[in-house]
């Protein structure tokens, strides 16, 4: 089973589910889907056997070749592309290679054959062991935004025989959809605040659209107010726990250190979390 463990907004303790879940599950693949900001790496401490450089094809305009006619820009969705009028001489054109999404168009359809690509290096993949769990993290270069693109070279470290946690990128966008698309169940961890619920509410509306079992982690509880209990009941929604608020875990946090491994109350937690999933899901797949 593939369980990803997403958030509407960041600070929720995401990855604190998701590391903390895999510990007590036995043999796990862990995949860090959270390439801009990974940390996951700092709690399960993993031994690192190397890293895989991750890139991307870029165009390269042959300027003898080019006769400025602008059907690269032209079809370049993206903007990468410009092409620059002059008087006296034929146009010029000016690639911006963070603009550029890969698509391969320009290179195709430019009428001259005056386009080439080549490999520019957007971040890298790690791998390493700890303990039964496997682990796989994305780093993406500073500046880059093509995070979607390490996040699926992330996953393709899945073993569909094996069970496998994903830790996706906080927030609903594009990175959010790469993460959890073609999971079999996605925890959606949310905190008793107004902006919890809010950010909650728009997390629940992208797993719905994708049509993805999922259940709610209240992370927190009993440091706000019951609106996000609430808003879970009202819409049907599976509570699966409640991590109550307590400062020895803010604590051990902020030490770097495990929950499950430390606490036999934080390890029931968690291990009941686990079973909730298996049983939320079974649930989703009798009635589908």
């Known amino acids: 089973m593939i369980i990803a463990v997403a958030s509407g907004k960041g600070g929720t303790g995401k990855t604190t589910v998701a ?8 043999s796990v693949r862990f995949l860090d889907c959270d390439v801009e900001e990974p940390n996951a790496h700092l709690f399960l401490k993993p ?6 450089p991750v890139s991307v094809p870029v165009p390269v305009v042959d300027t003898k070749k080019c006769t400025g006619c ?5 079809v370049c969705v993206y903007h990468a592309l410009a092409v620059i009028p002059s008087p006296d001489k034929k146009p010029q054109v000016l690639v911006f290679p963070h603009l550029c999404h890969a698509c391969g168009a320009c290179s195709l359809l430019c009428p001259e054959g005056a386009i080439r690509e080549e490999q520019r290096s957007i971040g890298v993949i790690e791998e390493g062991v700890c303990g039964k769990v496997y682990f796989v993290h994305g780093k993406m270069n500073v500046g880059e935004v093509l995070s ?5 070279r992330v996953k393709e470290r899945i073993d569909p025989d094996a069970l496998t946690i994903i830790d996706a990128p906080p927030g609903t966008s594009c990175p959010v959809v790469a993460a959890i698309k073609g999971v079999d169940f996605c925890v959606l961890v ?3 605040t107004p902006f919890g619920l809010h950010d909650l509410t728009l997390a629940v509306d992208v797993v719905r ?8 982690v209240i992370n927190r509880a009993g440091l706000g107010n019951d609106a996000a209990e609430d808003y879970c009941r009202t819409e049907r929604i599976p509570v699966l726990v409640k991590i109550p608020f307590d400062r020895e875990i803010a604590v051990r946090y902020s030490s770097g250190e495990t929950l499950a491994d430390k606490s036999l109350v934080m390890a029931k937690i968690f291990s009941k979390l686990y ?3 298996c049983q939320v899901k079974n649930e989703a797949d009798r009635r589908s």
Request: with cysteine; proline share 8%; glycine share 10%.
């Open 275 to 277: 079973q909730n999933i």
């Open 19 to 26: 590391v903390n879940m895999a510990l007590v599950a036995g």
């Open 47 to 52: 031994a690192f056997q190397g890293e895989i």
């Open 148 to 152: 979607p693109t390490i996040i699926r």
């Open 190 to 192: 949310t905190e008793p």
């Open 70 to 74: 602008g059907k690269c820009a032209e």
């Open 209 to 216: 659209q994708m049509k993805i079992p999922f259940g709610v």
